[in-house]
């Protein structure tokens, strides 16, 4: 007997845009080369493609580092600038990239997306 691991990208956006309504500006989820899956933009526009990239080559980058240090490869990324944040974090060969407010708890984001995470018994 074996657990699965089910990733809902539609569960955890909806979850997400729910639960931080406002607090949102985007929800990007991408492969790990940078091709967007899904996406929310509240309001403004944002280039989703340039973002999709960039943070995929910043987890390349970021991989590439912790590894010539003897380091596991990061999980997630925080960037923080003015009074946003930019959360990004792999789970199973996806990137969930989000602009925040930097008044929203990050723990709160990793608690929506651990709940949104389905486990099969095989």
């Known amino acids: 007997m074996g657990m699965t691991v089910l990733l809902d990208l539609n569960l955890i956006m909806n979850n997400l845009i ?3 309504g406002t607090s949102v500006y985007f929800i990007l989820i991408t492969s790990e080369n940078g091709a967007v899956i899904k996406s929310y ?4 526009e944002f280039n989703k493609a340039a973002i999709s990239l960039n943070i995929s080559q910043l987890y390349e980058l970021a991989e590439e580092t912790a590894e010539s240090i003897g380091l596991h490869s990061p999980d997630f990324n ?8 930019i959360l990004s974090m792999k789970i199973l060969d996806n990137i ?3 602009l925040t407010v930097d008044q929203i708890e990050v723990k709160k984001v990793f608690e929506i997306i ?7 018994e095989n």
């Open 41 to 44: 933009i509240n309001e403004e």
């Open 78 to 85: 925080i960037i923080h600038s003015e009074n946003y944040y």
């Open 96 to 98: 969930i990239i989000l």
């Open 114 to 120: 651990n709940k949104s995470i389905k486990m099969n």
């Open 18 to 20: 729910e639960s931080l």
